[in-house]
């Protein structure tokens, strides 16, 4: 969902500027994640990555499900 990547981000203390260092994505890309706009598979996983999550954690999808 769009409120993850927000939440995982604000969990760790970290402003969209401290991910984008750590992940290698634009702050912009973060930005325009976070207001529901999608992202390449890449760029999830490297967020995720840099939160240290599942990708799947990252865009709200529950792997226990189906």
Known sequence: SVERLQELRRRRVM???DLSEVSGVHRNTIHRI???KPAYTSTIRKLARALDVD???LVGVDRREG
């Open 34 to 36: 976070e207001q529901g």
């Open 55 to 57: 990708p799947a954690e």
């Open 15 to 17: 402003s969209i500027s």
